[in-house]
């Protein structure tokens, strides 16, 4: 009996460690991705190093008539062989005068019009990069939301929309962007 009993935990043993989860910090995410290194089963891209943090609450700031509030929020994002601590962003734009020009806030985490998903620039962990899609995708709002929080001063961020301009599926003239091409400092809340 001893014996069997015996197998069995070796044979336990040996399925959880051929199914253990490996464990890299997300800063390292897009340099496996640009450089087409294998992403293992049961791979989790952990922020282990707390590189995120500096990114997370909500922002504020104004730039050529309009204000700007984000709110940043960490996300796990899986599927079946893999996962990944990243940032997400909701948003409100007004003008100056207080009319709403678009507002993200209420919206689930998965709606398109949500800021993300994203990754931590491989050159430096100062920078995130967020997936923008605006309501006027089609005509060309869209591109990538580059967020910049300095270590010495973790209060301020710069944001910069880079802008992709793809137009998909557009009868019309280019759509105007919402958010800033120019960077706009937001200072945190």
């Not at 003008?95 to 050159?123: A, C, F, W």
């Not at 100062?126 to 580059?146: A, F, K, P, T």
Request: with cysteine; hydrophobic share 35%; net charge neutral.
């Amino acid at each position: 009996m001893n014996k069997i009993i015996t197998l069995i935990a070796l044979f336990s043993i040996a399925i959880i460690s051929c199914s253990a989860q490996v464990v890299v910090p997300i800063e390292k995410q897009q340099y496996y991705i640009d450089n087409n290194i294998e992403i293992k089963p049961n791979t989790y891209f952990k922020d282990v190093n707390g590189v995120l943090n500096k990114f997370v609450g909500t922002w504020k700031g104004t730039s050529n008539f309009k204000n700007y509030e984000l709110q940043v929020f960490k996300n796990i994002w899986s599927n079946s062989s893999s996962k990944n601590d990243e940032l997400l962003a909701k948003y409100k734009i007004t003008s100056n005068n207080g009319t709403v020009i678009e507002n993200t806030l209420s919206l689930q985490k998965d709606n398109p019009l949500v800021l993300g998903p994203g990754y931590v620039d491989p050159r430096t962990v100062e920078i995130y990069v967020l997936s923008y899609s605006g309501r006027d995708d089609d005509c060309g709002q869209n591109g990538n939301i580059h967020l910049s929080v300095s270590n010495t001063n973790t209060n301020r961020m710069s944001l910069t929309l880079i802008v992709s301009g793809e137009k998909l599926d557009c009868t019309g003239a280019n759509a105007q962007q919402v958010f800033p091409i120019n960077s706009v400092v937001l200072t945190k809340q």
